[in-house]
């Protein structure tokens, strides 16, 4: 079992930067491909980035390229999301996650650990 523990968001303007981190108890990550999703209001949970066990294998979603950066950190079992140029769309409570068996690019919200979720409200 593992237990995750995400922290970092916040209220901030259109154009400011965030950093999420995610710090993974439990078991060890090393070996766990990882991901940041988001869940706005009334919408469904949606991927924003994913990184492999080793951390040369990062992926993320249209919305968040150029953007967003994600990385992580094993010896500290710690994943992070670096996330500029924030925009009032960014606003949603983002989540991370652990999966234990399929590889980074194929993460879905499907089997995988959950974090409680942080908030990100970004205004205009």
């Known amino acids: 079992q593992v237990q995750l523990v995400e922290s970092g968001g916040g209220l901030v303007q259109a154009g400011d930067s965030l950093r999420l981190s995610c710090v993974a108890s439990?078991?060890?990550?090393?070996?766990?491909?990882m991901g940041w999703f988001r869940q706005a209001p009334g919408k469904e949970r949606e991927f924003v980035a994913a990184?492999?066990?080793?951390?040369?294998?990062?992926y993320y979603a249209e919305s968040a390229k150029g953007r967003f950066t994600i990385s992580r950190d094993n010896d500290r079992n710690t994943v992070y999301l670096q996330m500029n140029n924030l925009k009032p769309e960014d606003t949603a409570a983002y989540y991370c996650?652990?999966?234990?068996?399929?590889?980074?690019?194929?993460?879905?919200?499907?089997?995988?650990?959950w974090g409680q979720g942080t908030q990100v409200t970004v205004s205009s």
């Open positions: 439990g078991r060890a990550l090393s070996r766990y491909a």
């Open positions: 996650a652990a999966d234990p068996r399929r590889p980074a690019e194929a993460m879905t919200t499907a089997n995988v650990y």
């Open positions: 990184i492999s066990w080793s951390g040369t294998g990062r």
